[in-house]
């Protein structure tokens, strides 16, 4: 922080101000917290095949919100505020939640019909997917070439852990469900053409 820059100015640069903010700090504690309380939260309410087939459908959601462990989940809240960082502004807050519940129903959908062997996910990793691809497109389409040099990264990320799985700093790497990222980021892409055009 530059000398003269206060804590409100460091905090809306970063998106992290006013009602915004507040979400996705307020967001950023209970997915830390949830994974502090242990086993028993991570098992109520993980997205679990066969319990959703038994008509527990709130798994559909309270999965992406759970996480392996504590690191799991930090991992998770790091990519959330630097999504934050970069893209808060770019969409506005319906738009951003419809974005988060397309990527919820493009994962959820997927891990369903075409992962017809998993029985089990949790973590936020495929939103956060879809959130980063929804803003790196919509920039993209603006012209913005840290957008174009992030979409490169991107692309080769999903299709290393398409043919080579989880990344190799991947603490978890064997229990990441790769496919997750992969349903996240074409409905992220997705939303964030169709924004870009209604603009």
Partial sequence: ?????????????????GARGWFALALSMALVGLAALGEGPRLALRWARADIAAGEAWRLVTGHLVHLDLEHAVLNVAGLLLVWALFSQVFSAAQWALTVLTGLVAIDLGLWFVNVDLQWYVGASGLLHTAMAAGIVRQMLARDLVAWGLGVVGVAKLLYEH?????????????????AHLYGA????ICGVGFARSR
């Fill in 163 to 179: 043919f080579s799985g989880a990344m190799p700093f991947t603490t978890s790497g064997a229990l990441v469900v790769t496919d």
């Fill in 1 to 17: 922080m530059r000398s003269g820059t206060t804590p409100v100015e460091a905090l809306r640069r970063f998106g992290l101000d």
């Fill in 186 to 189: 074409v409905a992220g892409m």
